[in-house]
């Protein structure tokens, strides 16, 4: 049972994925604000390691969450920023270069004057 | 009033004054995690660091708090020229992303006089209008492949035995070089072959073409003959043979080799590493099996845990360090790639390991019936189900 002012949904279905490898998980909701989190070992398995990783798995799973949550803006402007800079992301207009006012020299520098 | 001087605590940050960075952590044992940030910069601290980072518990005076304001997952009044930085660093580690798809593979047919047992495709069938890529599957790869905007391009040519079609090889050639040169991109050419079926003429035509050859090696004799079948039972005395003619014809530096590592070869890491040595190559390729394809379903005789692999890896890599340490240059390639991307601030071109994962980004496959996948894995994928569905087996 897993109280959901603790540990958000995300980070308890982040956490479980992380054990799909060792166990069979099943989340659902058998009240509101709490969900029910069920674990059978697959073969192999070892219980107790897979018992104890679990309730750290849930710790860090919300850190994690909450990491994202007061980085994502910054994490936002840092990827703006590197891709704005160096056009990497541009497409090229549409449609042929054209010149019509002669803004340019052959060379596709812009004259004195140009904006 | 005091001529003393103020505590060092006065002078720090107070704790909450601090604003975090996107990082990442994972346990790395029971004592420690390890700490990456956005940029890629790591530090490996006490276990809860993270926590008391995230929970402003850090004392601000400290040296660990020091570490991670200048490996940038925290920053605080005193940090500069941050976002620049940040951006900087990031763009650089993406950068493989600039052009978008650099390494366009064209399967040229399915057909192979191997049978390899850790083969994920190969067809021994002499049915070519089947199995081979036609001219027109061609052309219409080679316009697909030309409206990727990266400057520089590699095409690959695999199969199957791409050689079994070498016909279709020496059409796919100029027609791409002509293109290149018309758009303006850089080319590079590799052919990703056994040698087993490669005449002078072949091998003269690639040194006239500067296309670069990527052959199998997978260790001595007794393990390489023991996966890859071929008529005769000779591969690797045919391989080796056929390297050294191509070593003449196209020079030393333009053949290269890669190992597939299966369950024999993780007893012989020595032995495999001695026959790349003795055979002059000064680059050798310890990866892990790829867990798909036939081998995934061969798996009592080809497949492995990963603990076993990494026995094999670590005995390898101290085995190469040895040599190295002794006058020998061999480089492993997959420790340069992980330390390129742990220690420098630099990607790399290896598809397999990027983020955003390369499969579409970095890399396409033109599959012989026309196909188009985002990754070798898909098209093996795709082939296994085929042939369940049409209830065909390789190697029969």
Known sequence: ?115 | MTRKFHPPTSFGESPSAYHLLPFRFISLDCASEILVSEAGEYLIAPTGTARSVVRRQLDTGSDLYRSLRARHFLFDGQSSALLDVLATKYRTKRSFLDGFTKLHIFVTTLRCEHSCTYCQVSRQTPDRARFDMSQETADRALDLMFRSPAPHLTLEFQGGEPLLNFDLIRYIVPQAKERAARTGKELDIVVATNLALVTDEILTYFRDEAVEVSTSLDGPAFIHNASRHRPGGNSYEITVQNIERARTILGHQHVAALMTTTQLSLDHPREIIDEYVRLGFHSIFLRPMSPYGFAARAHAKTGYEGERFLDFYRTGLAYIIQLNRQGVALSEAYAKILLTKILTPFPTRFVDLQPPAGAGISVVVYNYDGDVYASDEARMLAEMRQAVQTREHPHR
């Open chain 1, 1 to 115: 049972m897993v109280d959901e002012t603790i540990y958000s949904r995300e980070a308890v279905l982040r956490a479980c994925y992380w054990f799909t490898d060792r166990c069979h998980v099943f989340v659902s909701r058998t009240q509101p604000g709490v969900l029910s989190v069920r674990i059978t070992a697959k073969p192999g398995a070892n219980w107790d390691s897979v018992v104890g990783d679990f309730e750290n798995a849930f710790l860090d799973a919300q850190l994690r969450q909450e990491i994202g949550q007061e980085t994502a803006r910054i994490h936002e402007l840092i990827v703006a920023k590197a891709f704005a800079e160096g056009d990497l992301l541009d497409d090229a207009p549409a449609g042929e270069w054209r010149d019509p006012v002669g803004l340019q020299d052959t060379d596709g520098n812009d004259k004195d004057g140009a904006v």
